[in-house]
């Protein structure tokens, strides 16, 4: 296509679609959009970095081929006034990969906001947010550097699809007939509606992106985000089809939450992400106090918009944090803050934001080696306490340099020595180390984990005691009897007899009904002669209120939990309690 005013350099090549992914030449065409305000500030800086890094990553052998499109006042100067200009809107799906600075809306009647513009006419579904923490970056909480988690936030549907209706408006009074009359709905004399559709589609389309997302970059879980106990079909639908979606179309990289307690007892299997859920209320809680369990978060619209603002705050504010907004293959990586007019042409704004968005751009581009050159370099910076004002003035003892002295000083450390092969290890074996203090805690302390973790049990594998003690059926009752007292057990699994082949179990009911009150001698009675064989089974996935009818037609206190004909663990009268007190009873 020929463009009036984009024009592309010598040399470069197009970025195609090969499938589900993008192919990148060596010397592909990479859109770009100054911006307005404090834009032509931090995107040259930006783009001295960016350059430098995959000059130095590659050896010289790729470079990106920049072509710069237009919108906001840039493009209103260029394009006769025009801040929107049709054949930016055209470059940048024939590019796929862009960048974009903040951009100023005209006030005034009639414009939408470009931001705006740009998402619907592109279709960009979902708008991705990394948030992790640099060392060095002030932060307002105790651990920061426990955050880091990619939000991808659905973008096109909730309560933002504009179908709203004003008070009084004959719209409005005609929404609240029909509902009133035709639905029977019961709701407050002149209230303003809004509409909330979630569909199937944006679901299953967004939450596809975060699971591939997921499994590319071995994270370890995809958390679904949703009001589901208040709004069944709308936010409660988000959480159903993205579990779908997980078991349709990726069973094989991938198991539920309840799978990994379940079946593999809290153990994560290698190369599987574990897809689970959490209540948009409690997720904001857990991010400030458990954000490490947290890799991968799943949004609607409106969860999204608070949640990706409220997480990075927690990292240094969303004046740094970097954004992407993403079409099936088209994206548009974007600095999250605005124009900042009162800086700008001021040499003096902090980058960050849209550095970091170039190199999320790089990572989806496939060049990791470069992005990986330009974290390690700003690492180093701040550790040098090199920084813009803003966070100068939150620093003690930093030397305040200007935006285009950061670039310089962070491609200064490019161009040196940094080790990203040792970098990567030590930040491996740190991922590995947490993994596994994560994984004993699931292990020993389940339902204390549970109830911190924000997890909701369902089954009775949630919910058992694994931790069993077994013992051979010919052993006496008094050695047995001082087992479960040593563990503080008031039943003991007996393994098969010979004779038997089945399980049982022996309570201290057992040994008072059938030994102490028949005047028999703990010292010559085995546990054979008194358990209760075959025990009753359950399984790991019998939900809790078919265990507690279970145990309550059978007239017992607990049954044994048979896994693939193995015994894992015993689910009581009191684990279901105790579960239920806790989490309260929701009928099914
Ligand atoms: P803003 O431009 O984000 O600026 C608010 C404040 O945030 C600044 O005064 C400054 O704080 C700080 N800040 C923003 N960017 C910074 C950077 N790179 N380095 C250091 N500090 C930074 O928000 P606004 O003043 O509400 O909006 C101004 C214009 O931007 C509006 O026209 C709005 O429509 C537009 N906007 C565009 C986008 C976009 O294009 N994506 C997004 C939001 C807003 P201090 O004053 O404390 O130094």
Not at 55 to 67: L, S
Not at 197 to 216: D, M, N, Q
Not at 355 to 372: D, H, I, N, P, T
Not at 373 to 392: E, H, N, S, W
Request: proline residues 4%; negative net charge; glycine residues 8%.
């Amino acid at each position: 296509m020929s463009y009036k005013h984009i024009k592309f350099p010598e040399g470069g090549e197009r970025i195609t679609i090969d499938g589900d992914n993008i192919k990148v030449p060596n010397n592909p065409y990479v859109g770009y959009v100054e911006g307005d305000g404090i834009g032509p500030d931090i995107t040259n800086a930006s783009l001295r970095i960016w350059n430098a890094a995959v000059e130095k990553a590659y050896n010289g052998e790729r470079e990106i081929k920049w072509v710069e499109t237009f919108l906001g006042e840039k493009a209103a100067g260029i394009y006769d006034g025009d801040y929107f200009p049709l054949e930016t809107l055209e470059a940048t799906k024939e590019l796929i990969v862009n960048i974009k600075g903040p951009l100023t809306t005209p006030v005034g009647g009639g414009f939408r906001s470009l931001n705006v513009a740009l998402r619907q006419d592109l279709d960009l579904y979902s708008c991705v947010r990394p948030v992790e923490h640099f060392p060095g970056v002030p932060s307002p909480v105790r651990k920061p550097e426990e955050v880091d988690v990619v939000i991808f936030r659905e973008n096109s549907e909730d309560v933002y699809s504009g179908i709203e209706y004003q008070a009084g408006s004959e719209e409005c009074d005609k929404v609240t007939q029909f509902l009133r009359d035709e639905m029977g709905a019961k709701f407050h004399d002149g209230s303003a509606i809004g509409i909330k559709p979630i569909s199937e589609f944006g679901t299953k389309r967004l939450v596809r992106k975060a699971i591939r997302y997921a499994i590319e970059n071995g994270r370890e879980s995809v958390t679904l985000v949703h009001k589901g106990n208040i709004m069944k079909f709308t936010e409660g639908g988000f959480r159903n089809w993205g579990y779908e979606v997980a078991r349709d179309e990726f069973a094989e990289f991938t198991i539920t939450e309840d799978e990994l307690y379940n079946e593999y007892g809290g153990k994560q299997p290698e190369g599987k992400v574990v897809i689970k859920d959490r209540i948009a209320d409690i997720i904001f809680q857990l991010m400030l106090l458990r954000p490490a369990e947290f890799d991968v978060l799943a949004t609607m619209n409106l969860n999204g918009d608070y949640l990706s603002d409220a997480i990075a705050a927690e990292v240094g504010g969303v004046g740094i944090a970097p954004g992407a907004n993403i079409a099936d293959h088209v994206a548009v990586f974007e600095a999250t803050h605005g124009t900042a007019p009162k800086y700008a042409g001021q040499d003096k704004v902090n980058p960050g934001s849209l550095l970091f968005s170039g190199v999320m751009m790089l990572e989806y581009m496939g060049w990791k080696e470069a992005s990986e050159l330009i974290r390690a370099a700003y690492v180093q910076t701040l550790d040098d306490k090199i920084v813009t004002y803003d966070f100068a003035r939150q620093m003690e003892g930093a030397t305040e340099v200007s935006t285009s002295g950061f670039a310089d000083a962070i491609i200064e450390r490019i161009n040196g020595d940094i080790d990203i092969e040792a970098l990567r290890a030590q930040r491996e074996k740190q991922l590995e180390q947490e993994r596994k203090e994560r994984e004993i805690k699931r292990l020993l302390q389940p339902l204390e984990e549970m109830v911190e973790s924000g997890r909701m049990p369902h089954a009775v594998g949630d919910v058992m005691t694994r931790n069993i003690i077994s013992i051979p059926s010919d052993t006496i009752v008094d050695d047995a009897m001082h087992k479960m007292r040593e563990h503080k057990i008031s039943s003991i699994v007996v393994e098969p007899s010979d004779a038997s082949g089945e399980w049982g179990v022996m309570t201290r009911r057992d040994v008072l009904s059938r030994v102490v009150t028949a005047n028999r001698s703990t010292s010559s009675v085995t546990v054979d002669e008194i358990c209760s064989r075959p025990a009753l089974t359950v399984t790991p996935e019998t939900s809790l209120h078919d265990a507690a009818d279970f145990l309550t037609k059978n007239n017992i206190s607990r049954a044994l939990v048979e896994q693939n004909g193995k015994i894992i663990g015993i689910a009581s009268e009191t684990d279901i309690f105790d579960a239920v007190e806790t989490f309260g009873w929701i009928p099914e």
